[in-house]
C-alpha cells in the first residue's frame, strides 16, 4: 500500500513539474523554477499537501544528485578547459573564492555561526549553469565574450562543487582543525582506493570480459556498465563515510575518458532528467510559500543584495584582468543568481545541520526569485 501511494505522489509532483516547467518554459523563464514552485505548492509546509511522501520522494531525488555529478564527470575535459583560455578560467576561480569570502564574512557580521556562514557563502557562491546556458544559446551569445566568461565561470563551479560538497560534510562532522583534517585524510585515502577500483573495473574487467567492440555496439550494454558504475560509486562513497556526489564525480571522469563516453551520455540523459526533477521539486517542498509571503521584503532584500553583490564581485575580478567595464557588466548580470547547486549543498548542510531551517528557506526562496529575473 505504501509502494503505491509513494508512486502516486511522484506521479503527482512529475505531473505538476511537466505542467509548471512547461508554462515557464513557453514564456522564457528556466523550467527549474517551475519544478521549485510545484514542490513548494503540492508539498511541505504552507502547501495544499497533495503530496504527503515528501521525505521518501527526497531520497529517490538524491540520486538525481549524483547522477548530475556523474554527468559533469562525464563531460569533464581538460581540452575543453584549455581551449577557454587562462583569464576567464582565472576569472572564475576568483569569482568563487572572493564571493564565499565575502558572503561569509557578511553573514557572520550579522549573527550566524561561523560554520553556517561558510556553508552560506558556499551556496551563495555558485550560479545556474542549466538556466544561464539556456539563456545564452537563446539569445546566440555564447560566442560573446561575456559568453565565454560565464561558460568559464559556470565550468569553475560546476568543478568546485564537489569539494564544496566535501567541505559541508566535514563542517557537518563537527570537531576542531585536527578533526577536519583527520577526515579530510580518510576521505583522501578511501577516494584514492575508490579510483583505483574504478580503474580496474572500468579499463580492465569490462574490456576483458565484454571486448571493447561489443560495449561500442550494444547499447543495453554501455547503460547497464554506466548504471553498475555510477550508483555503485555512490554507494561505495556513501558506505566507506565519503561524500556520495565524490564517488558519482569520479565514476563520470572515468566512463568519460572511455572510447563509448559518447553513447553513454546520450542514453542516460533521461533518466538524469526525471530523477533531477524530483530533486528540485523535493527542494521545493521545503520551501513554504506562505512564509515567503509574509517575509516577502526580506526575501526581495536579498535578492536585491545578491543581483548587486554578486554582479559587482564579478565585475571587479574580470576588470581586474582587464576586460572593458560593458563585458564585466554583462557577465556579472549573467550570473548574479544562486544556482541549482545551491540546493545540493544546501540538502547536505540541512541534513548534517550546519545550516538551520530558516536559513535553508530563505536562501531558496531567493534562489527562485533570482531564477525568476535571470532571463530578464
Known amino acids: ?8 505522489d511522484v506521479i503527482v509532483l512529475l505531473t505538476a513539474c511537466l505542467i509548471v516547467g512547461g508554462i515557464f518554459s513557453r514564456f522564457g523563464q528556466s523550467p527549474l523554477v517551475g519544478y521549485l514552485l510545484s514542490g513548494m505548492l503540492l508539498g511541505g509546509p504552507g502547501s495544499i499537501r497533495a503530496v504527503k511522501s515528501e521525505h521518501e ?3 529517490i531525488a538524491e540520486l538525481g544528485v549524483s547522477l548530475l555529478l556523474f554527468s559533469i564527470g562525464l563531460e569533464f575535459s581538460f581540452k575543453r578547459l584549455k581551449d577557454l583560455g587562462s583569464k576567464p578560467l582565472l576569472g572564475g576561480v576568483l569569482q568563487v573564492t572572493l564571493t564565499a569570502m565575502a558572503t ?5 557580521f550579522l549573527g550566524l555561526a561561523s560554520k553556517e556562514s561558510i556553508a552560506v557563502g558556499a551556496m551563495i557562491a555558485l550560479s545556474s549553469t542549466a538556466c544561464v546556458l539556456r539563456i545564452l544559446i537563446e539569445k546566440g551569445e555564447m560566442e ?11 565550468l569553475v563551479q560546476d568543478m568546485s562543487v564537489v569539494p564544496l560538497a566535501i567541505l559541508m560534510t566535514l563542517l557537518a562532522s563537527g570537531g576542531g582543525v585536527a578533526g577536519i583534517l583527520s577526515d579530510l585524510g580518510q576521505i583522501v585515502l578511501w577516494a ?5 577500483a574504478l580503474y580496474v573495473l572500468v579499463n580492465k574487467l569490462a574490456v576483458w570480459a565484454l571486448g571493447t567492440l561489443t560495449l561500442e555496439r550494444n547499447r543495453e550494454l554501455t547503460v547497464l556498465l554506466a548504471v553498475v558504475t555510477g550508483l555503485g560509486s555512490t554507494w561505495a562513497a556513501h558506505a566507506v563515510g565519503i561524500s556520495p556526489a565524490l564517488g558519482a564525480f569520479i565514476a563520470g571522469l572515468f566512463i568519460g575518458s572511455s572510447a563509448f563516453a559518447t553513447q553513454i551520455r546520450a542514453d542516460i540523459s533521461s533518466l538524469r532528467v526525471i530523477l533531477l526533477t524530483l530533486f528540485f521539486g523535493g527542494a521545493g517542498m521545503v ?8 517575509n516577502f521584503h526580506i526575501v526581495f532584500g536579498a535578492v536585491f543584495l545578491l543581483v548587486v553583490g554578486k554582479t559587482a564581485v564579478i565585475g571587479f575580478v ?14 556579472g548580470i549573467c550570473l548574479a543568481q544562486i544556482g541549482e547547486f545551491a540546493f545540493v549543498l544546501g540538502a547536505i548542510g540541512l ?15 531567493t534562489a527562485i526569485v533570482s531564477l525568476f529575473i535571470t532571463p530578464f
Open 318 to 331: 574580470f576588470r581586474l584582468l582587464g576586460q572593458p567595464v560593458s563585458t564585466c557588466l554583462a557577465t
Open 351 to 365: 541534513e548534517g545541520k550546519v545550516i538551520s531551517e530558516a536559513t535553508y528557506q530563505l536562501i531558496v526562496s
Open 104 to 108: 561569509a564574512g557578511i553573514v557572520f
Open 57 to 59: 520522494i527526497e531520497t
Open 192 to 196: 584514492a582506493a575508490l579510483i583505483f
Open 287 to 294: 520551501a513554504d510559500p506562505v512564509w515567503i509571503l509574509k
Open 1 to 8: 500500500m505504501e509502494l503505491w501511494k509513494l508512486l502516486l
Open 144 to 154: 560573446a565574450v561575456h559568453g565565454r566568461n560565464s561558460l568559464a565561470v559556470l
